[in-house]
């Protein structure tokens, strides 16, 4: 069985940083490229970004360029994201998902975050 | 505002068929067969229900179903029931620096 599984959300102030977590099982996870997506309270899904099978490339939406980054540990089954510079509108759930093609077959169940003074 | 345009909210009784538009361009929906649609219960991770326009996972009912004209996506849902009220996502590759674009989904309400 496929379990994704997002770990290191909450609260953090403006400006500051967080790093989300998300195990993989039931699947070979090093041959799967990798994303996350994020869903603002009541809103809708947004792409945050994407990372390749073996980590050597990354896309990101154009909002977090440059504060955000994705990487993962394919030893470990593992994905991250880093989280900078973080500003009130980046408080979402963030869900990590399996990726095939252009398409996300698995998704974790979302690690809460929270940008508030 | 969205990339992809879907309707806020659609409804049908149960035994029914709808169907659930996304509009985009040319750079997306229009340009390419990469366009997904998710299902999403309240609370819960969003779920795959179609690919590649018109593709069903293993596991996905075939009341489920998905077309494309031009820059024009569409699902439908056949014989409604009870369980498929759930809001749905379409989702596409797109040419332009975001990459990935969804739509702001469509709350879907069994009568």
């Known amino acids: 069985e496929v379990q994704l599984v997002e770990s290191g959300g909450g609260l953090v102030q403006p400006g500051g940083s967080l790093r989300l977590s998300c195990a993989a099982s039931?699947?070979?996870?090093?041959?799967?490229?990798m994303s996350w997506v994020r869903q603002a309270p009541g809103k809708g899904l947004e792409w945050v970004g994407n990372i390749k099978e073996d980590g050597s490339e990354q896309y990101y939406l154009d909002s977090v360029r440059g504060r955000f980054t994705i990487s993962r540990d394919n030893a470990k089954n593992s994905l991250y994201l880093q989280m900078n510079s973080l500003r009130a509108e980046d408080t979402a759930l963030y869900y990590c998902?399996?990726?095939?093609?252009?398409?996300?077959?698995?998704w974790g169940q979302g690690a809460l975050v929270t940008v508030s003074s | 505002q969205s990339a992809l345009t879907q309707p806020a909210s659609v409804s049908g009784s149960p035994g029914q068929s709808i169907t659930i538009s996304c509009t985009g361009t040319s750079s997306d929906v229009g340009g390419y067969n990469y366009l997904s649609w998710y299902q999403q219960h309240p609370g819960k991770a969003p779920k795959l229900m179609i690919y590649?326009?018109?593709n069903r996972p293993s596991g996905v009912s075939n009341r489920f179903s998905g077309s494309k004209s031009g820059n024009t996506a569409s699902l439908t849902i056949s014989g409604l029931q009870a369980e498929d009220e759930a809001d749905y996502y379409c989702s596409s590759y797109t040419s332009t620096s975001t990459l990935w674009v969804f739509g702001g989904g469509t709350k879907l309400t069994v009568l």
């Open positions: 998902a399996s990726q095939s093609n252009w398409r996300m077959d698995y």
């Open positions: 039931g699947f070979t996870f090093s041959t799967y490229w």
């Open positions: 590649d326009v018109s």
